[in-house]
């Protein structure tokens, strides 16, 4: 990942959330990510739309990690003695409201940025809940979300290597995200009790989130200055611009559905495009070399 766990982590001072007496507050912590969880099968449609195995590879697997992270978040509901309930709005409103259209806007906006926010906030349990169990649930997850993390960094950057124009498009949607993650940091800072010495910390821990997310996007390529930089109208015009060209390539996507309908238009799956793969042409190169080392000696 481009942050260390070190500089993810937020510091307590100590702080801790009891299981009985902040029943409520670790209940409704894990309502939200049961909801990012159940998220996960979006996953099968960016496998089925995968640019090349790599991705695709990595995907299936997500898929089943997210399937498996729903059932612990049931666990730890059940040791709560909680029903699972919904999400709140700005929660849905990021993790389905704002489902990407394209590849490089799903490693950016939902892997990378949005499971870099969630996992911050798995570290923040881990850290604070004083359940072995709990801690332990969450410990097991956590590497699975580290690696989803590190690769939606890894194909963000290199997306943006390859076409440099997709940066600013790929800002102005993270710009939105980050603007609801900010809204809701100030819902939470008006519903968690200021005499209760973790909760009262909540928008420190927000702001710490927040600012890792710009040092993520800057890491990344997205960001090319301290976001303090960009005023209200610049980002403004920025997300004014990203949703802009969205909703002209959707439009654009919905004109050509009939042509794709013949097989010169048809969109290029991987089955189609495997065989120059790069996965498999490296593994062919492999081969290659093998047969050409043996036939040498
Ligand atoms: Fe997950
Ligand atoms: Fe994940």
């Given at each position: ?8 982590r ?15 507050v ?6 939200q ?46 040791i ?34 949005g499971?870099g ?11 604070t ?28 950057k ?22 609801v ?73 919905v ?43």
């Amino acid at each position: 990942m481009l942050l260390s766990r070190e500089e993810m982590r937020f510091d307590f001072g100590g702080a801790k959330l009891d299981p009985v007496a902040d029943r409520d507050v670790i209940a409704f912590a894990v309502q939200q990510f049961l909801y990012g969880e159940v998220t996960g099968i979006q996953v099968g449609h960016w496998l089925y739309n995968a640019p090349d195995l790599d991705a695709a590879r990595f995907f299936a697997r997500q898929s089943l990690e997210e399937m498996q992270h729903v059932g612990n978040f049931l666990r730890i509901l059940e040791i709560l003695g909680v029903e699972a309930q919904p999400a709140h709005p700005a929660i849905r409103f990021l993790a389905t409201g704002m489902m990407p259209s394209t590849f490089e806007e799903h490693v950016a906006l939902e892997m990378a940025l949005g499971e870099g926010l969630v996992l911050e906030a798995f570290y923040a349990l881990i850290d604070t809940v004083e359940h072995p169990e709990i801690v332990a649930i969450l410990k097991r997850g956590v590497r699975q979300e580290e690696s989803h993390v590190a690769f939606g960094e890894r194909r963000t950057k290199a997306a943006i290597e390859s076409r440099p124009a997709l940066r600013r498009r790929l800002l102005g949607t993270c710009l939105m995200s980050l603007w609801v993650v900010s809204r809701f940091g100030r819902y939470l800072e008006k519903k968690m009790p200021p005499e209760h010495p973790l909760l009262r910390q909540i928008p420190a821990f927000v702001a710490h989130v927040v600012k890792n997310a710009e040092i993520r996007l800057r890491r990344i390529g997205v960001l090319d200055r301290p976001l303090a930089s960009i005023g209200p109208a610049a980002r403004v015009a920025l997300v004014g611009e990203s949703y802009a060209t969205k909703a002209v390539l959707g439009f654009l996507d919905v004109l050509a559905a009939p042509f794709r309908l013949l097989p010169w238009f048809a969109r290029k799956r991987l089955t189609e495009t495997y065989l120059s793969d790069p996965m498999v042409r490296g593994h062919a190169l492999k081969a290659q070399s093998a047969d050409d080392a043996e036939a040498s000696t």
